[in-house]
């Protein structure tokens, strides 16, 4: 690990340097406007993996009750294999609060077995196949679950 490395909330200013991560990390990326609304809403939370005073990675969830979906996560290419990715989920899942247990969800490509890979360690299990969920390519979607 990293240990360099500091979780943060993500406010305004990390936008833009979230957006390149964004962009260069997925085909069909957030714009910045969607990431805005996301830091308005209540239900969620956003946190940045912040090294040497630069933003490379981040993850974003929300929780509704005790039901939590973790909407989106990514590391930068360069920063990527040095644990970031694993405590920025570690961070996000400890930050997840109920007093009657919580469940955990999320979506990951079929193809993605760096992601997949990280989601089984710390535990997800896959619960359905979503059909030709994802564009660019089209691609299913490996539904995950992690009751906490
Ligand atoms: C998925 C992602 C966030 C992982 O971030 P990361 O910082 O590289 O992950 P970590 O270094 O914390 O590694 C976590 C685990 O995944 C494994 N892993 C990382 N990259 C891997 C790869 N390409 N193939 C297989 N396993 C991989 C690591 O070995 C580690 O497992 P271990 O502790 O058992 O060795 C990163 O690859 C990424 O940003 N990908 C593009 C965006 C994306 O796909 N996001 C997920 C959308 S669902």
Redesign the pocket.
């Known amino acids: 690990m990293d240990e360099e490395c500091i979780i943060a909330e993500v406010t305004e200013p990390y936008l833009d340097r979230i957006c390149e991560?964004e962009n260069i990390?997925?085909s069909d990326p957030w714009s910045k406007e969607s990431f805005m609304g996301l830091l308005a809403n209540p239900f969620c939370k956003a946190f940045a993996a912040v090294k040497s005073g630069i933003v490379a990675?981040y993850i974003i969830d929300i929780q509704i009750g005790n039901e939590a979906e973790?909407l989106?996560?990514?590391?930068?290419?360069e920063?990527?294999?040095?644990?970031?990715?694993?405590?920025?989920l570690d961070h996000a899942l400890d930050s997840m609060k109920s007093a009657d247990g919580l469940t955990v969800y999320?979506?990951?490509?079929e193809s993605?077995?760096?992601?997949r890979?990280?989601y089984t360690?710390k535990g997800f299990r896959e619960i359905a196949v979503r059909k030709g969920y994802y564009i660019k390519p089209r691609e299913d979607a490996i539904e995950m679950k992690l009751e906490k």
């Open positions: 991560i990390s997925f990675g973790i989106n996560i990514a590391v930068a290419p920063s990527r294999k040095l644990g970031i990715g694993r405590k920025l999320l979506e990951v490509r993605n077995s760096a992601a890979h990280l360690s």
